[in-house]
């Protein structure tokens, strides 16, 4: 018997639960069994639940297509996201563009931002924050750009830019913000809570902070 864990096979009987065989690895010290009745122990269930995170699927959705309750889907989602490093980005010279997305938590009298940015060419996520739109909130994502040494950063009126973007780099007129703004829509069709005009929304910041790391760099 190969362990589940570490996949040595060094494992030993170690008993058994409700009459099913129990394992114990003297290797990773982890106790398992060969089968699972429940679909949430098997291999295969993060991959899936990320994959329905992308796919439009509410959290009460895949607990019914995966077979498992809504507060392990959430358990996991979390999990997974613990799991996820943001990716180093180091090139230097490049276009950013910055914008931001509303959303709620809680209620629908309780709006949030979601503010982010891309590198222009590749369209990959910067980073990215949940909260309120002001300074203070921005400064730390702006200065991680500014730190790259960017050739331009591109964002819309928004007045708070202004301040924290360097004048020489900032950009802001028509269509300059193209890319991020076609992101938004994506976001918007691919991600369950951020759709409008629907009664699905996050009840938790850190929940769609989860979702959304998985998202991005999942």
């Not at 796919?55 to 979390?78: A, D, H, P, Y």
């Not at 709620?104 to 891309?118: C, D, E, P, Q, R």
């Not at 040494?149 to 900032?170: A, Q, S, W």
Request: proline letters at 3%.
């Amino acid at each position: 018997m190969n362990c589940k864990n570490c996949n040595q096979p060094n494992c030993i009987k170690r008993g058994k639960r409700n009459g099913k065989q129990r394992y114990y690895c003297r290797d990773c010290c982890t106790s398992f069994q060969d089968l699972y009745s429940y679909k949430a122990y098997q291999t295969t269930t993060d991959t899936l639940i990320k994959s329905l995170l992308k796919e439009s699927c509410g959290i009460l959705s895949i607990s019914r297509i995966i077979g498992i309750s809504k507060n392990t889907v959430l358990s996991r989602m979390l999990k997974i996201s613990h799991q996820i490093k943001v990716p180093y980005f180091n090139k230097l010279g490049c276009k950013f563009e910055v914008d931001e997305l509303w959303s709620f938590i809680g209620s629908k009298n309780n709006v949030v931002w979601i503010t982010y940015a891309i590198e222009r060419e590749t369209k990959n996520i910067i980073d990215f924050f949940v909260g309120r739109k002001t300074k203070d909130t921005i400064r730390p994502l702006i200065d991680k750009l500014v730190l790259l040494k960017p050739k331009n950063i591109y964002t819309d009126r928004l007045n708070i830019y202004p301040g924290l973007i360097p004048k020489e780099i900032h950009k802001v007129f028509r269509y300059c913000t193209n890319r991020i703004e076609r992101k938004n829509l994506t976001l918007r069709t691919h991600i369950k809570r951020l759709s409008r005009r629907t009664i699905c929304f996050s009840r938790n910041k850190v929940y769609l902070t989860a979702h959304l790391r998985i998202y991005f760099w999942g």
